[in-house]
């Protein structure tokens, strides 16, 4: 089984900064088959990227992803007040199990 | 609009049994695959089942495995996830998803329901 692990934990950065959000996979993904989500409080998760590295429909271009192997990064090049979520790497289809990271809050400084 | 809507979540007792359903509209819902994802309260994401378009491939986590049982019924467009033998940490909103298939990321998700599992 595919292990995820994200890092840090919690990020508190202020509006306008720059966000860098690691993924490590136990072994390499084929393909990058690599998704982030976004998950806001009591709401359902939103696909980011996909891939690895292609925005998925209506996700902003200050979003984006890249990595392959079994490191991957999602970079969000200046913070909104909208962007301050949870955040989820998962690797999809790899022996038909698919896999979540614990996540990364991102959180206001 | 693509739109995902889960019921029949509730508290149920250990060892007991219950029945989600997702009600999907808005795509042709026998060309896509579905799954089931759960997070438990303050935790995160953890997928519990897949299946395929057909419904003929289901696919189990092994947390799950022998206890739950995904379905479809594609002339009603419902995905559903019988669940048995019932566990204190089975307790978890349970969002069901679309997927092209069975190696793509889930681009709709439900909102979810909670099922409680408790004495």
């Known amino acids: 089984e595919i292990v995820l692990t994200q890092s840090p934990a919690t990020l508190s950065l202020s509006p306008g900064e720059r966000a860098t959000l690691s993924c490590r996979a136990s072994q390499r993904l084929s393909s990058s088959y690599l998704a982030w989500y976004q998950q806001k409080f009591g709401q359902a998760p939103r696909l980011l990227i996909y891939?690895?590295?292609n925005r998925a429909t209506g996700i902003p271009d200050r979003f984006s992803g890249s990595g392959s192997g079994t490191d991957f990064t999602l970079t969000i090049s200046r913070l909104e007040p909208e962007d301050f979520a949870v955040y989820y790497c998962?690797?999809?289809?790899?022996?038909?199990?698919?896999?979540f990271g614990q996540g990364t809050k991102v959180e206001i400084k | 609009e693509v739109q995902l809507l889960e019921s029949g979540g509730g508290l149920v007792q250990p060892g007991g049994s219950l029945r989600v359903s997702c009600a999907a509209s808005?795509?042709?819902?026998?060309?896509?695959?579905m799954t089931w994802v759960r997070q438990a309260p303050g935790k995160g994401l953890e997928w519990v089942s897949a299946i395929s378009d057909g419904g003929g491939n289901t696919y189990y986590a092994d947390s799950v495995k022998g206890r739950f049982t995904i379905s479809r019924d594609n002339s009603k467009n419902t995905l559903f996830l019988q669940m048995n033998s019932l566990r204190a940490e089975d307790t978890a909103v349970y969002h069901c998803a679309k997927a092209k298939g069975l190696v793509t990321p889930f681009d709709y998700w439900g909102q979810g329901t909670l099922v409680t599992v408790s004495s």
């Open positions: 891939g690895a590295s």
């Open positions: 808005g795509f042709t819902f026998s060309s896509y695959a």
């Open positions: 998962q690797q999809y289809g790899s022996s038909r199990t698919w896999t």
